[in-house]
């Protein structure tokens, strides 16, 4: 594996060396903003149907790579294939989102399976190393999956609703039921990365994008509890795996969140005060991020000023740049031009 990480300035940086320029790589980098993307994904007819067609969910995921140079490839699928591959129903309506069959009680939980059907799940890994084999050898390639926290909120909600509410109503009502589900979701996301590692990516992302509605209590158990026991069963079958973790919001608490997990690099959001995340955080590990989408949406010298700002804030030490989230669907692809062009001539 060592050898893979020649050459590849994401994973030198994961191995906490700093590079003169840094790296980049966008969240949902293959996306609606770009033409190339929206024309395939109209070929494939649904969303799910694209992730589960290697062919052309290879295809998307080398499209921000050809037309940008960016320094890692994101794996094109989506945090719900491990609640459709646990036996829950899931879809995407143009527009609206995702849409679940809801998780409200313990009692539900029944209709899950115990293990995720990795049978669903094998055209993703076929999709791994078709990427794999036409990927650029500086470039990394990285998977992911969503931390069972964030995962839940949809199994439960049954889409995305403002302040996770119905996830945080069943926890504190049923707080041993819930943890059922984190227990299913930490098994099943932890077999889910050990297979991508073994198809062929190079690191993995665990996307945390609701931990910011947690109270510091419920963070330590349904956030961090759960990333350290995926972190601790991933490591044990590969033991040199690299994990990024990106509890969003999670402001103060990625101090603990560190410390607990064992994640060699967190994401950082555009919200964090970034003195504190160079004290706090990247004193001791990489981090990846924190440019607003909204700045990038922007664009102008609104953009560069932001760009600056980040660059400014953690290059004098290991660090990836991205967004502090997913790329916007109406961000103009001048606007990603010039941002990596300022970012590699800084
Ligand atoms: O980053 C990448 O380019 C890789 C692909 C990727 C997607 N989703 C593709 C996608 C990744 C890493 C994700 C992660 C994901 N999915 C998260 C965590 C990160 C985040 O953005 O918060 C979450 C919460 C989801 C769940 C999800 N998927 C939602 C809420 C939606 C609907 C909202 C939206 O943006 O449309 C999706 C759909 C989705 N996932 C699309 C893409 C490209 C758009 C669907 C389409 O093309 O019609």
Known sequence: MNGSLVGKPVLEVLERRRQTVPPVWLMRQAGRYLPE?????????????????????????????????????????????????????????????????????????GRLNDEVDQGQLAPIYETIARVKAELPS?????????????????MVAGRGVEGQMPARLFAY??????????????????????RQFKAGVDAVQIFDTWAGVLSPEEFRRWTIEPTAKIVAAVRREVP?????????????????????TGVDAVGLDWMIDRTF???????????????????????????????????ESFSTGPFIFNLGHGILPTTPIEHVERMIARVRTT
């Open 277 to 311: 995340a160079r004290e706090m955080i990247q004193s001791r590990l990489p981090v990846q991020g924190n440019l607003d989408p909204l700045a990038l949406l922007a664009g102008g010298s609104a953009l560069d000023r932001a760009v600056d700002g980040v660059v």
């Open 173 to 194: 009502r049923d707080p041993d039921g819930f943890q059922k589900l984190i227990d299913i979701l930490v098994r099943a996301s932890a077999s889910y990365l050990i």
């Open 240 to 260: 040199s795996a690299k994990i990024i973790g990106f509890p969003r919001g999670a402001g103060a608490s990625l101090v603990p969140y560190i410390d607990a």
């Open 138 to 154: 500086n470039v990394a390639f990285l998977g992911f999956c969503g931390a069972p926290w964030t995962v839940a909120t949809y």
């Open 37 to 109: 993307y929206r024309a395939i994904r109209d070929q494939a007819g649904s969303f799910l149907k694209l992730c589960f067609t290697p062919s052309l969910a290879a295809e998307v995921t080398l499209q921000p790579i050809r037309r940008f140079r960016f320094d890692a490839a994101i794996l094109f699928s989506d945090i719900l294939v491990v609640p459709h591959a646990l036996g829950q129903r899931v879809a995407f309506e143009a527009g609206e989102g995702p849409k679940l069959e809801a998780i409200e009680d313990a009692a539900s939980l």
